[in-house]
């Protein structure tokens, strides 16, 4: 299967800063997401993005198809954008998840 | 979560019982699927449904059973529980996106 590969592992950040969050897979593929996984464990879908760029609110995500990587971009951190943010690739049916950044925003 | 239930939220089972996880959605989607989260891993795909009276091997299939004689109804069973099927699992469907339910977290002793 695809391997996927996120970093940093963890991110601690002011509130107010900026960030950026990577996805490296190891195939080509035709389906990328993000997720967020809030502190209570709740899982939202950010972006379907398997390639160009996308923009929501302060959140933006841009896929390289070509070069088999994704970043997601947060500007502005605020503490509710703490948890797990996760990217997943590959068939709909067989998406593959990534380990995950930790992010926490301070107050 | 976007209809999507999960029962029981929490469940301890000794090793060897048997139990099943009940994901109920009311959006009328025709995939369903179960996943399991680990600490420090992201989702891991167990098995999926396309649709009523279908379903499908996922990533880490073993130890495990699913059905979906309803269509809004997708479950999933342990029939010999063992402490590596300690984990938080998750049902999703799948619409224009994937909508997760809350998770049920289960641990086996």
């Known amino acids: ?107 | 979560n976007a209809g999507v239930t999960q029962t029981p939220k929490f469940r301890v089972l000794k090793t060897g019982q048997s139990m099943t996880l009940l994901c109920a959605q009311d959006m009328n989607h025709e995939y369903m699927y179960w996943y399991r989260q680990d600490p420090g891993m992201g989702l891991r795909l167990i098995h999926y449904s396309v649709g009523e009276g279908t379903t499908a091997k996922g990533e880490v299939p073993d130890g495990y059973n699913v059905s979906r004689l309803k269509k809004q109804n997708f479950l999933l069973g342990l029939e010999s529980a063992a402490p590596s099927q300690t984990s938080v699992y998750f049902c999703a469907i799948r619409g224009d996106t994937q909508y997760f339910g809350p998770g049920t977290r289960l641990t086996v002793l």
């Not at chain 1, 997720?35 to 160009?52: E, K, T, V």
């Open chain 1, 1 to 107: 299967g695809i391997q996927v590969e996120q970093s940093p592992p963890d991110l601690i950040l002011q509130e107010g800063a900026n960030s950026t969050l990577r996805c490296n897979f190891s195939d080509s593929v035709n389906n990328l997401q993000w997720f967020h996984q809030n502190p209570w464990g709740q899982l939202i879908n950010l972006f379907y993005i398997p390639s160009g760029t996308k923009q929501n609110g302060r959140l933006s995500a841009t896929t390289v198809a070509t070069e088999r990587y994704s970043l997601l971009y947060i500007s502005s951190s605020q503490t509710t954008d703490s948890g797990v943010y996760f990217c997943a690739v590959g068939p709909i049916n067989d998406m593959r998840f990534g380990a995950g950044t930790r992010l926490t925003v301070k107050p």
